[in-house]
């Protein structure tokens, strides 16, 4: 770089993968200086944890479309694996940065590392621009006198409605001007995608990762399917929800441009008003899970709840792989665990009634379920994965009552009456009648043959009775309750 060229404006992207409303790309971009984009996948910096498997496939579609957007603008994005504030003082110092621009990743071990960042820049001196861009509000908004938030999420959604709506998203910018980059790593060298086997083709099929399908995923549900959402949105037998949460979760879209997109339907049309609270209070979930993992930033390996600390969890591997497989013999959850394997996701309705019959039934730790999750959902996401997990378990924040056990014959029967969803998913039960498709161990022999359903030979008969496994649970509740 000749002394005459302006110094370059470095944008690290993290969870963000998009140009509209990122709000350090755009105040990068306002200096008018040339850019530098960087990517930088950071799985050994402390408590960084490595993407599971599904969403690692997703990653490598999202670069690949945010390389697109980025080179359509006038740049490039370079990719790096490593420590991140390491990889960005290099960058930086090496591009002769002016400052560097990113936005907040609010988790303790990311802080950390932004820590660890500003440190080193600072005593180049370079100057770090850190912006929201994650959440509806930061951490520290919806903090009380004691200094944490709030573990229940009613008192936590009226602190965050009460500050007001947030920001107008942010236009992207259209054109920048792109500063020399430096050498970056090959996309496929980073092995983000499976090859032997390859076991993503339900993946591609189900979902297009990036910016544009984000958009066209928002635009397709407030178009089509949010009406009746407060509703219709527990029946997985129907196409009622939004479908945003991995690209929510790779900041393909942002949570403030869901809410305004959303707002902006309602006022056009009030008939949907109450679907339209009900889905943004969906959208606040997820900020709450977050502010759970930033006030314990153990969430995924420890209770809540230490009461909890001295369940009775049961070691059954055989029982564990039968839940992992969709062979448990209970045609709803073992519908929801095949639609895991094969779309990387799982209706949310069905996500609670699988999480329940694994703690509860089964009595297997839910840490097990949850570490299952982290590497089969696209939609994995660090505060959302655990803190439902530990919801469902009772040892959560804002928990679901110890007696909640999801009976999954009448969760079935009711969300999925006529059980078109367990045909998708479990097509052996396909030729059941719709009276019995839930507990195929009640039909008669005759019905059995005509469905062409053995038991116990090309489909399982149920691996726990409920009515025992839930006494069981509650004996084993009872425990901590004692203690």
């Given at each position: ?470 006494e069981r649970a509650l004996a084993a509740y009872a425990t901590v309750r004692k203690n």
């Open positions: 770089m000749t002394s005459t060229s302006p110094r370059p404006a470095l944008v690290w992207f993290r969870d963000d993968l998009r140009l509209s409303d990122h709000p350090a790309l755009a105040a990068a971009a306002s200096t008018g200086r040339p850019l530098l984009c960087v990517y930088v996948l950071d799985e050994v910096s402390e408590g960084m944890r490595p993407h599971g498997g599904a969403s690692r496939w997703w990653l490598a579609q999202s670069l690949r479309s945010l390389q697109r957007s980025l080179s359509a603008a006038g740049t490039d994005l370079v990719l790096r694996r490593g420590a991140a504030a390491a990889i960005i003082t290099e960058l930086a110092q090496h591009s002769s940065a002016a400052a560097v621009y990113f936005n907040d990743v609010a988790t303790v071990p990311a802080r950390a590392v932004v820590a660890e960042l500003n440190d080193r820049l600072a005593a180049l001196g370079i100057t770090t621009h850190s912006h929201l861009g994650d959440l509806l509000a930061a951490p520290e908004l919806i903090r009380g006198k004691d200094g944490r938030g709030p573990k229940v999420f009613t008192p936590f959604w009226k602190r965050l409605l009460a500050l007001g709506a947030p920001p107008q998203p942010l236009a992207a910018p259209s054109q920048v001007s792109a500063a020399p980059a430096p050498a970056s790593d090959q996309l496929d060298s980073w092995a983000l995608q499976p090859t032997t086997p390859d076991w993503a083709g339900g993946l591609r099929d189900c979902w297009q990762p990036g910016e544009q399908g984000a958009q066209r995923a928002l635009q397709q549900f407030l178009d089509q399917a949010i009406a009746g959402y407060a509703s219709d949105r527990d029946r997985p037998d129907r196409d009622a929800t939004s479908r945003l949460s991995p690209h929510l979760r790779f900041g393909e879209i942002s949570p403030r441009q869901i809410w305004h997109a959303a707002r902006f339907a309602a006022a056009a049309q009030p008939a949907i008003s109450a679907d339209v609270d009900k889905f943004l209070s969906e959208l606040g979930w997820r900020d709450f899970c977050r502010q759970l993992l930033f006030d314990q930033p153990a969430l995924t390996t420890q209770n809540l709840q230490t009461s909890f600390d001295r369940f009775p969890w049961r070691d059954d591997e055989a029982a564990l792989r039968a839940w992992q497989r969709g062979l448990t013999g209970y045609p709803i959850v073992d519908a929801g665990m095949r639609e895991l394997w094969q779309t990387g996701t799982m209706h949310n309705r069905v996500r609670m009634v699988v999480a329940s019959f694994l703690v509860k039934h089964l009595l297997i730790d839910w840490r097990h379920g949850e570490q299952w999750f982290w590497d089969t959902l696209v939609d994995a996401d660090p505060g959302s994965n655990p803190g439902n997990w530990q919801w469902v378990a009772g040892c959560g924040a804002d928990a679901a009552p110890y007696f909640r056990v999801f009976n999954p014959i009448l969760q079935g029967e009711k969300f999925d009456p006529n059980g078109d969803y367990v045909r998708r998913f479990v097509p052996e039960l396909a030729r059941l009648p719709a009276a019995i498709i839930h507990q195929p161990w009640t039909a008669t022999p005759l019905e059995l043959a005509s469905a062409g359903v053995t038991l116990g030979k090309n489909y399982p008969a149920p691996i726990v009775d409920h009515r025992l496994g839930r």
